[in-house]
């Protein structure tokens, strides 16, 4: 099988990552629920890579670093505990559900939500982001980089707006993080959501948050802290605050071993691979007659994603006929992107993902420029 889908997840890890998840698995006890060497074991585990993401980052400490499940976790955290009836936010058409829904929940409990446009390239007007700050406007919550176009977005131009306007920064780092370089203090973001099981190279069910200091967030659950076992609520202290019950260690063992990995390989590598990729298949696809591309590929640093459409066919057969004529993995559909296909007007017809790695080889991509012109010329 040729792997074409790593914008849903990285099917191939690093082979530290395998051996960190099998090693926790048969030493590791809960990290911070007593003193024997297996919970110390996993509270020093979970403590080093709260460092390490902190660095990444370029958070001020590691005490700022939340572990949760994925972004979409992350996301719920962040908006339902900064935004209460009254306020206004500020969002983008480009945002995936884990965004979508749980600001059309806070909709439905009295927050107002605007969401600005994009051309036919699905780019946005960063104008429009200023003409659209209200006096009760809280909050700027956008995606770094969309899952269905590619399209970069200048976080680091959003958050000089939204410090200009005292707003609170919330970045869906999903598709970025682990390939872009992402500096929270540069680019002033007060709440970076992020997903180990992408970019980061880690295994699913493992991701988390940075929370910038200063900034208070509702805790989404209550819970087993392993502090503080008499208090009726929920600690104040982060990163405690906003983790309740068990962590995933075995996971976040792995993620750390991720985290080493990127460190010695170098992001800038990877996404230079990946980027190369990408415009490879971009360029033997886009003259390729009856076939649409979305996006804007004016510049090539962007997201290693091309969707596109063939003629009218259904972007689910199209991937069917890939996997079964060609053994090539992709995502079709909606990608839980609504809004995004609304805009592109592919509601109905949805679209085809080509998603790179930099483990994919250029003998695998030219397969599938193959496979899109044969299947392009079929009638």
Not at 84 to 107: A, C, F, K
């Amino acid at each position: 099988m040729i792997y074409l889908d790593n914008a849903a997840t990285t099917m191939r890890k690093p082979q530290e990552v395998i051996d960190a998840i099998t090693a926790a698995m048969c030493s590791m006890g809960n990290a911070g629920r007593g003193v024997n060497e297996a919970s110390l074991g996993a509270a020093r585990t979970v403590y080093d890579t709260r460092e390490k993401l902190a660095g990444f980052f370029g958070a001020e400490d590691a005490r700022q670093i939340v572990f949760t499940m994925n972004s979409t976790e992350s996301l719920n955290i962040a908006i339902k505990g900064i935004l209460n009836p009254g306020d206004h936010v500020i969002s983008t058409v480009l945002e995936h559900n884990s965004v979508l829904r749980p600001l059309y929940e806070m909709e439905k409990k009295g927050v107002e939500v605007t969401f600005l446009g994009c051309d036919e390239k699905g780019t946005l007007d960063y104008a429009d982001f200023e003409k659209a700050i209200k006096e009760n406007t809280k909050a700027i919550v956008c995606t770094h980089g969309s899952n269905l176009t590619g399209n970069k977005v200048d976080v680091e131009r959003i958050g000089e707006i939204a410090q200009k306007h005292g707003l609170l920064f919330v970045v869906d780092a999903s598709q970025t993080a682990g390939v872009f370089p992402i500096d929270v203090q540069k680019m002033h973001i007060d709440i970076l959501c992020f997903t180990g099981h992408k970019g980061l190279l880690g295994p699913q069910g493992t991701g988390g948050m940075y929370v910038r200091k200063g900034v208070h967030v509702r805790p989404l659950l209550s819970g087993g802290t392993g502090v503080q076992t008499y208090s009726k609520t929920q600690p104040e202290e982060m990163p405690t605050a906003l983790e309740a019950g068990t962590l995933n260690g075995h996971g976040i063992a792995g993620l750390d071993a991720a985290i080493g990995y990127l460190e010695e390989t170098g992001i800038d590598t990877i996404r230079a691979k990946e980027q190369a990729l990408m415009k490879r298949f971009y360029e033997g696809v886009k003259e390729i007659p009856g076939v649409k591309i979305y996006g804007d590929f004016s510049s090539m640093d962007r997201c290693a994603v091309v969707s596109l459409n063939i003629r009218d066919y259904d972007s689910g057969e199209v991937s069917d006929a890939l996997l079964t004529d060609y053994g090539i993995s992709t995502r079709s559909g909606g990608h839980c992107a609504p809004r995004m296909h609304e805009a592109l007007g592919t509601v109905e017809q949805g679209a085809v993902r080509f998603s790179f790695s930099h483990y994919n080889t250029e003998e695998e991509v030219d397969t599938a420029i193959r496979a899109v012109c044969e299947l392009a010329e079929e009638e």
